[in-house]
């Protein structure tokens, strides 16, 4: 499963709930750059490699820094 509308749900609760901008633009970035990296689920992949759940949340984690 890709969780990354999951990941990108939560950047804009802290934007629209909380008013935490920063933080979701950070978490927005991450998404993005996982992805762009090469990083995606098979739903994203479009038959080249795809990764896991778990692999995908921890690039996403990784981009954050």
Not at 25 to 44: H, S
């Given at each position: 499963?890709?969780?990354c509308?999951y ?6 609760m ?15 970035v991450?998404?993005?750059q ?10 994203l ?14 690039a996403v ?5």
């Amino acid at each position: 499963a890709n969780p990354c509308a999951y990941v990108l749900s939560l950047a804009l609760m802290l934007r629209y709930s909380f008013g935490l901008d920063a933080i979701a633009t950070r978490i927005e970035v991450a998404v993005k750059q996982a992805v762009t990296r090469g990083t995606r689920t098979g739903d994203l992949a479009f038959g080249k490699p795809s990764v896991g759940t778990k692999a995908m949340a921890d690039a996403v984690i990784a981009c954050l820094g």
